[in-house]
């Protein structure tokens, strides 16, 4: 897959970490501005923040009961990309492909592939704060590796 990378100012992320310990991909929108390693607008994939340093973008207090993840997946050990809150089909399947990518990358797992939702709690993203929808749209489309 073709990554456009455009990296921001290095005042825009965090320390610098080992790549070995990524272990989560956390999708979340963007309309809010967090800074994501990744951005997915229209068929296009953007890095933003380069994989060995950290975002901030996983941080966040335990909002509700939904966020069974809190804790467990940190800014330290996993990846963003972000989405606009309302994608388009060329925007999921874009995701699809940058999260395939990302897991063969680092050998992460699909039970690992998670929402800011299941950190949180909060509907992030909206679109895929229903389950059943979240596993329809995404994880049912990913391959084990």
């Known amino acids: 897959?073709?990554?456009?990378?455009?990296?921001?100012?290095?005042?825009?992320?965090?320390?610098?970490?080992?790549?070995?310990?990524?272990?989560?991909?956390?999708?979340?929108?963007?309309?809010?501005?967090?800074?994501?390693?990744?951005?997915?607008?229209?068929?296009?994939?953007?890095?933003?923040?380069?994989?060995?340093?950290?975002?901030?973008?996983?941080?966040?207090?335990?909002?509700?009961?939904?966020?069974?993840?809190?804790?467990?997946?940190?800014?330290?050990?996993?990846?963003?990309?972000?989405l606009p809150s309302k994608p388009s089909t060329d925007e999921i399947q874009t995701c699809i492909k940058l999260i395939m990518t990302i897991k063969q990358r680092y050998k992460v797992k699909n039970e690992k592939v998670i929402r800011l939702t299941d950190i949180t709690g909060e509907p992030n993203p909206e679109t895929w704060y229903d389950n059943d929808r979240w596993h329809k749209d995404i994880i049912s489309n990913l391959i084990e590796l």
């Open 1 to 82: 897959m073709k990554i456009e990378r455009k990296f921001t100012e290095s005042k825009d992320y965090g320390d610098k970490r080992n790549k070995r310990d990524i272990e989560y991909i956390v999708i979340q929108t963007i309309d809010n501005k967090p800074i994501t390693h990744y951005q997915v607008r229209d068929d296009n994939a953007i890095q933003y923040i380069p994989d060995e340093f950290l975002s901030n973008s996983v941080n966040g207090a335990r909002l509700s009961t939904k966020g069974v993840f809190h804790g467990i997946c940190t800014k330290y050990n996993s990846i963003s990309i972000g």
